[in-house]
């Protein structure tokens, strides 16, 4: 079986990594400092957070469940609240790192789990055989 930490993986990695620090310091500040603005949006920019955390540390680890439902959590997320975000402006008046499918960030939210998941794909036991 592949490791998912290794070659490519490794990137992968790191730009997960990247996003777990982006998200918890942005969801932190906003938690901490304005909570009372937007506390729907502030909250779910915590839970991405803490899902780019699980999935960059599952990724690590090469725990592929753990991986594959973190980045499938992931994507969902991301279809669900930039879909919620564009129909209901209002209930989102500060983006979170989902709003409008990752616009904030370039769009990198909407792809990384596509990419997360075709790496998780390409190193499976199956794929490897």
């Known amino acids: 079986m592949a490791d998912t930490a290794a070659g490519f993986g490794r990137i992968l990695v790191a730009i997960y990594a990247t996003f777990a620090l982006a998200a918890t310091a942005r969801a932190g500040v906003q938690l901490v400092t304005r909570f009372d603005e937007a506390p729907v949006a502030y909250l779910l920019s915590a839970l991405s957070a803490v899902v780019y955390v699980v999935a960059t540390v599952a990724l690590a680890r090469n725990a592929r469940r753990l991986a594959l439902a973190a980045v499938l959590f ?45 790496w998780l794909r390409r190193t499976s036991p199956a794929a490897t055989n």
């Open 74 to 118: 992931e994507f969902v997320g991301v279809l669900v609240i930039g879909t919620l975000s564009i129909l209901d402006a209002e209930a989102f008046p500060d983006e979170t790192v989902w709003s409008d499918f990752g616009r904030g960030y370039l769009f990198i939210p909407l792809v990384l789990p596509l990419v997360g998941l075709w």
